[in-house]
C-alpha cells in the first residue's frame, strides 16, 4: 500500500495562513477550493480538525504558492474571448481584437496537445485563424453547401462555423466557448 507524506488533517489556522499568503479573500479561496464561501468562513473560525481534499490542497498551496497565479483568469484585454476546453476543464483561454488583428493566450495546463496553440506561447493572428479552421469541418468537404444550409450559414466561416458548433468535433472532447 502507498502511503503519501500528506497530514490527515489541517485546522482552520492552517487555511486562513495558507489564505492570506496567497493574497486573497474568503470567496476567491473558496472558488479556488471548489467550496462555498460558508464553508471557508466556517473552517477558518472553527476549532475542528479540517479533513478531505482541502488537506492536500492546503499542502500543495504551502509548497507551490505561485500555482495561484498559474490558475488566475486574467481580465479580458481584447473585445473576444475563446475558451478552449477539454471536457470541462479550460486548456486555454484566447483573447482576440479582430479590428487590430492582434491574439493572446494562457494556457492552463502543461500538456501541449491539450492546448490550443501547442508549444507556441504567442501565437499570431494567422495562428489563430489556422486554429479555428481546424476545429471546422473542411473547406473542401463533399456536400458542403448542405451542411451550410443546416447550420443556417451563407458561406464557409470558421469563426460563425464554431458559434454554431461550439467547435466540438466527432474524434474528440475539445469545444469552444466564446464570450464577447
Known amino acids: ?19 492570506q499568503r496567497l493574497g486573497v479573500t474568503q470567496s476567491e479561496f473558496a472558488k479556488l477550493a471548489n467550496v462555498s464561501s460558508k464553508t471557508i468562513e466556517r473552517w477558518e473560525s472553527g ?19 505561485q500555482i495561484k497565479e498559474e490558475l488566475v483568469i486574467p481580465e479580458k484585454i481584447y473585445p473576444l474571448r475563446l ?7 479550460v486548456s486555454t483561454i484566447i483573447d482576440v481584437d479582430e479590428t ?16 490550443a496553440f501547442g508549444r507556441k506561447e504567442q501565437p499570431t493572428f494567422e495562428d489563430y485563424e489556422i486554429f479555428l479552421e481546424s476545429r471546422c469541418f473542411p473547406r473542401t468537404r463533399d456536400k458542403m453547401k448542405l451542411i451550410l444550409k443546416e447550420l ?21 472532447d475539445f469545444w469552444i466557448r466564446i464570450e464577447r
Open 1 to 19: 500500500m502507498i502511503k503519501f507524506a500528506i497530514s490527515n488533517s489541517v485546522t482552520g489556522k492552517d487555511i486562513k495562513i495558507i489564505r
Open 100 to 115: 487590430e488583428k492582434r491574439v493572446r493566450a494562457y494556457n492552463y495546463t502543461k500538456d501541449y496537445i491539450l492546448r
Open 152 to 172: 443556417d450559414l451563407p458561406f464557409y466561416d470558421p469563426f460563425l462555423i464554431i458559434e454554431k458548433t461550439e467547435g466540438r468535433m466527432a474524434e474528440d
Open 47 to 65: 476549532h475542528n480538525e479540517v479533513t478531505g481534499p482541502i488537506v492536500t490542497l492546503i499542502k500543495i498551496l504551502n509548497e507551490y504558492p
Open 83 to 89: 475558451w478552449y476546453m477539454s471536457g470541462n476543464r
